[in-house]
């Protein structure tokens, strides 16, 4: 591999520009998400609040409101107030429950609105997180948080079944996607479908092909984690 710039650049350039990249900096020191967003990175995603997340931002400064940061791990109830004066998106609300907790807690951060995405659990794992792929499931959820006043349900976010072929995590984004064209029909004051996040290192062809136009990649910039 070349430099994580160039690394970056290589990526971008073969990736049509109405796919966004979430650069994923998991373990990442500041000095490498500085690289990354020197050479023109403009979204940051973090899976952990705290340490990781906190430190890295207040470590790079002023380069840090340069980007748009993503919470592309759980969010803790205990983790919220440290998370919302840094994340710009959180993309893995899993209930309705942690979406009234952000929305009481969000003015307190300095902040009038937060886009989200919902986390879909597409393979119905039970290790993972996420709502069940179930259209009547999310119908009801987005309805019965419509009044909530902070929060901007964006779209929908899934990991899938992790495959070392990623043509077999291709039945997982499709159901994602015709889940997300279907929701798209559902109007409520603060949700509208238009960021599928879908993708990673191994799977983001297969993911873009399905309909993904936000992927999450790490390894693939910055190589393989030691």
Same mark, same amino acid.
């Given at each position: 591999?070349?430099?994580?710039?160039d690394?970056?650049?290589r990526?971008?350039?073969? $990736?049509s520009?109405?796919?966004?990249?979430?650069?994923?900096?998991?373990?990442?020191?500041?000095?490498e998400v500085k690289?990354v967003?020197e050479a023109? %990175?403009?979204n940051?995603?973090?899976?952990?609040?705290?340490?990781? %997340?906190?430190?890295k !931002?207040?470590?790079?400064?002023?380069? %840090?409101?340069?980007?748009r940061?993503?919470?592309?791990?759980?969010?803790?109830?205990?983790? *919220?107030?440290?998370?919302?004066?840094?994340? @710009?998106m959180?993309?893995?609300v899993?209930?309705?429950?942690i979406?009234?907790?952000?929305?009481?807690?969000?003015?307190?951060?300095?902040? #009038?609105?937060?886009?989200?995405?919902?986390?879909?659990? #597409?393979?119905?794992?039970?290790?993972?997180?996420?709502?069940?792929?179930?259209? #009547?499931? *999310?119908? @009801?959820?987005?309805?019965? $948080?419509?009044?909530?006043?902070?929060?901007?349900?964006?779209?929908? +976010?899934?990991?899938?079944?992790?495959?070392?072929?990623?043509e @077999?995590?291709?039945? !997982?984004?499709?159901?994602?996607?015709?889940?997300?064209?279907?929701?798209?029909?559902?109007?409520?004051?603060?949700?509208?479908?238009?960021?599928?996040? +879908?993708?990673? #290192?191994?799977s983001y062809?297969?993911a *873009?092909?399905?309909?993904?136009?936000?992927?999450?990649?790490?390894?693939?910039?910055?190589g393989?984690?030691?």
């Amino acid at each position: 591999m070349g430099t994580i710039a160039d690394n970056y650049k290589r990526l971008r350039d073969s $990736i049509s520009p109405e796919v966004a990249i979430i650069v994923a900096s998991k373990t990442r020191t500041p000095e490498e998400v500085k690289e990354v967003i020197e050479a023109g %990175a403009t979204n940051i995603g973090e899976n952990y609040v705290y340490p990781e %997340a906190v430190n890295k !931002y207040k470590l790079l400064g002023d380069t %840090a409101k340069k980007v748009r940061w993503h919470l592309i791990g759980p969010l803790q109830k205990n983790k *919220i107030n440290k998370a919302l004066p840094i994340f @710009d998106m959180i993309q893995t609300v899993d209930s309705s429950r942690i979406l009234r907790d952000i929305d009481k807690r969000l003015e307190k951060a300095g902040k #009038s609105v937060i886009p989200i995405l919902l986390e879909i659990n #597409s393979g119905g794992e039970e290790t993972k997180s996420g709502f069940l792929p179930d259209f #009547s499931l *999310i119908k @009801d959820a987005l309805l019965e $948080i419509e009044e909530l006043k902070h929060i901007r349900i964006k779209g929908l +976010m899934t990991m899938g079944p992790a495959f070392g072929n990623p043509e @077999d995590a291709r039945p !997982y984004f499709k159901l994602t996607r015709e889940l997300f064209e279907k929701l798209g029909d559902i109007r409520t004051v603060n949700s509208e479908m238009k960021i599928l996040s +879908m993708g990673m #290192s191994n799977s983001y062809r297969v993911a *873009i092909e399905e309909g993904s136009n936000m992927v999450r990649i790490g390894s693939l910039i910055f190589g393989m984690r030691t």
